[in-house]
T-cell receptor, first 112, second 114 residues
Framework: GDSVTQTEGQVALSEEDFLTIHCNYS??????LFWYVQYPGEGPQLLFR?????EKGSSRGFEATYDKGTTSFHLRKASVQESDSAVYYC???????????FGKGTKLSVKS | GPKVLQIPSHQIIDMGQMVTLNCDPV?????FYWYKQILGQQMEFLVN????????KSKLFKDQFSVERPDGSYFTLKIQPTALEDSAVYFC????????????FGEGTRLSVL
């Protein structure tokens, strides 16, 4: 079945550091890829999505590029802020049943 | 913007009782989902629902679980009977279409089974 792998379970950075969270996927066909962010006590919120190879999604300074060759959708931000502290989930949706499959999530902590 | 509402936000019940979690999805959305999140862990898919039918369910969707959306009202998740391991936050989501449409999530219902 479909799966999403996030390498980093936790990331600790200082403000203005560069962020990379790695996401690799396994799926048949051509899935749509998503990044969601979850703050404490809330549901996941969509950051952005991408549906085709080489498409770049972006929002609030975060970006990721759909790479079908390496089956990756890595999240990057050039300069993080303390307010970016949250859990970030990579996810995919594909196939006939509209199921959204999440990675295990990466907890980002940014100190000022 | 549109929101998915979940009622109640917190439910405490005794093991063995029945519980119904309610979700008010976005009005024109057609696909509905339930996810389970144990504290500090990942989002785990339970079930999705379209046109009055379950589309897919995971192995976490035990026989004690059921979903329905009678006459376009709340989309509900019923657990009967509950077990201690059902304690978690349950998130409802809805989307207009499948696959390339991002499901919109509610804020969750925290279920505590004692």
């Amino acid at each position: 079945g479909d799966s999403v792998t996030q390498t980093e379970g936790q990331v600790a950075l200082s403000e203005e550091d560069f962020l990379t969270i790695h996401c690799n996927y396994s799926a048949s066909g051509y899935p749509t890829l998503f990044w969601y962010v979850q703050y404490p006590g809330e549901g996941p919120q969509l950051l952005f999505r991408a549906s085709r190879d080489k498409e770049k999604g972006s929002s609030r300074g975060f970006e990721a590029t759909y790479d079908k060759g390496t089956t990756s959708f890595h999240l990057r931000k050039a300069s993080v802020q303390e307010s970016d502290s949250a859990v970030y989930y990579c996810a995919l949706s594909g196939g006939s049943n509209a199921k959204l499959t999440f990675g295990k999530g990466t907890k980002l902590s940014v100190k000022s | 913007g549109p929101k998915v509402l979940q009622i109640p936000s917190h439910q405490i019940i005794d093991m063995g009782q029945m519980v119904t979690l309610n979700c008010d999805p976005v009005s024109n959305h057609l696909y509905f989902y339930w996810y389970k999140q144990i504290l500090g862990q990942q989002m785990e898919f339970l079930v999705n629902f379209y046109n009055g039918k379950v589309m897919e369910k995971s192995k976490l969707f035990k026989d004690q679980f059921s979903v329905e959306r009678p006459d376009g009202s709340y989309f509900t998740l019923k657990i009967q009977p509950t077990a201690l391991e059902d304690s978690a936050v349950y998130f409802c989501a809805s989307s207009l279409a499948r696959n390339n449409q991002a499901p919109l999530f509610g804020e969750g219902t925290r279920l505590s089974v004692l």
